[in-house]
Nanobody, 117 residues
Framework: VQLQASGGGLVQAGGTLRLSCRAS???????????WEWYRQAPGKQRELVAS???????TYIDDVKGRFTISRDNAKKTVYLQMNSLKPEDTAVYYC?????????WGRGTLVTVSS
């Protein structure tokens, strides 16, 4: 089982990006168990939880991204997304997905998001 993250890139402030994280090799029932989470790590800072979603549909976000970021998933594609709108330079970081499957946490390799001012 691997998590394949994609969608990062360079964008101007105010722009949008959608990150994707596909669970390759996972069976659907395991992918559906959740929770699904997105983290980020900015240069010189600790990794922080940005958004999470439970199997019951509950979503949580850090204050910095509330109203701008949305976590969602497509079960059929076994993919979790992070829609990022109104991006700010302080959103610049490597973004990681994490999914709980097979009684373990699986991490994606990270995708770099750079927001220019």
């Amino acid at each position: 089982v691997q998590l394949q993250a994609s969608g990062g890139g360079l964008v101007q402030a105010g722009g949008t990006l959608r990150l994707s994280c596909r669970a390759s090799g996972a069976i659907l029932s395991e992918f559906n168990s959740g929770p699904w989470e997105w983290y980020r790590q900015a240069p010189g800072k600790q990794r922080e939880l940005v958004a999470s979603m439970t199997s019951g549909g509950s979503q949580t976000y850090i204050d910095d991204v509330k109203g701008r970021f949305t976590i969602s998933r497509d079960n059929a594609k076994k993919t979790v997304y992070l829609q990022m709108n109104s991006l700010k330079p302080e959103d610049t970081a490597v973004y990681y997905c994490k999914i709980f499957m097979y009684s373990s946490n699986y991490w994606g390799r990270g995708t770099l998001v750079t927001v220019s001012s």
